[in-house]
């Protein structure tokens, strides 16, 4: 049965006195029984040491963690009933697969029979029956992730920990592998914490995402929530790809709502606060149109099958724009830039938070 995951507070300092370092500051998540929540951020920012923690291989400073109701700070890793992937397959190179995904069982004294029915259910539901005799040597990077889920899947946990299991895998085979722990979930409805930097996992994979920096947590919702609605610039452009687009400029009330100048131009838009703002736009809001009075100067043409990335020089900094894969564009030609004002996102000139709407401010 699914289980809820509670984490309240959490700190980790490593050190004392001056040369103390806080790597997780106060961090408050609430993961409800089967979601699938991704942890991502970049390296360093305290998501692996907090899967360390939600796993028993570390201790919390500071703070509770509670699996399905139950406090489990300074509970051993093995009562806490969970299971982890890790990024290294760590499979028994002598045994088969068989022996490899039973062997918790045969830790736990589970009968013969009841282990052979149980790791057949596994691999049938990894779709690798036919692996079964193999040993680890004879199998692919990601026939080896499979027979490493099959492992922690035969447990039946409460919890299930990925600590960036496809980042050895090369890309194709981490959109197959994707698509499969994606399915997993759906089948297995195990509650789930997924470790990644890579921004596409995350968006592919979690019901929601936690983005971390520097040991902070700096959003959690649904992909749908991170992307149209980031709560900060760094938020902003840590999730998409390309990135987002930023123009720092300045707004002032006018009878149309406000006017946002910035170097190389000024729009008529609905910013919410006057004063020093940044505009965020995604590539894909971002139109070309010959009688824009925002010029830009083509630098680079990026052909990707589907879609074609330019890349302007302005007088405000390089802009990113995702076209039609076929556009009729040259490097070094002169163009002119709109965006659409339904899809702007307008951050603190300062702090760099997002601007909820509402009316100009004073």
Partial sequence: MAASLHI????????KGSGAVEVLKRIDIEVAPGEFLILVGPSGCGKSTLLNIIAGLEEPSEGELCIAGKNVVGVAPAQRDIAMVFQSYALYPTMSVAENIGFALEMRKVPKDARTKR??????MLQIEHLLERRPAQLSGGQRQRVAMGRALARDPQLFLFDEPLSNLDAKLRVEM????????????????????????????????????????????????IYNRP?????????????MNFVAGHTVPARAGSLFSFQGGSAPVPCPMAGDVQLGLRPEHIQFN????????????EPTGADTFVV???????????????????????????????????FDGQTGMRISTGSLSK
């Fill in 8 to 15: 309240a507070g959490i700190r980790k300092i490593y050190g």
């Fill in 119 to 124: 790791i057949a259910e596994v691999a049938a």
């Fill in 178 to 225: 994707r698509a499969e722990i994606k399915r997993l979930h759906q089948i297995s409805g195990i509650t789930s914490v997924y470790v990644t930097h890579d921004q596409i996992e995350a968006m592919t994979l979690g019901s929601r995402i936690a983005v971390m920096k520097d040991g902070i947590l700096q959003q959690i919702g649904t992909p749908d929530d």
């Fill in 231 to 243: 709560a900060n610039t760094y938020v902003a452009s840590f999730i998409g790809s390309p990135t």
């Fill in 290 to 301: 010959a009688d824009a009075l925002w010029r830009g100067e083509v630098i680079l043409v």
């Fill in 312 to 346: 302007t020089k302005t007088a405000t900094g390089n802009i990113t724009a995702r076209t039609a894969p076929h556009i009729a564009m040259r490097v070094g030609e002169v163009v002119g830039l709109q965006f659409l004002q339904e899809h702007a996102h307008w």
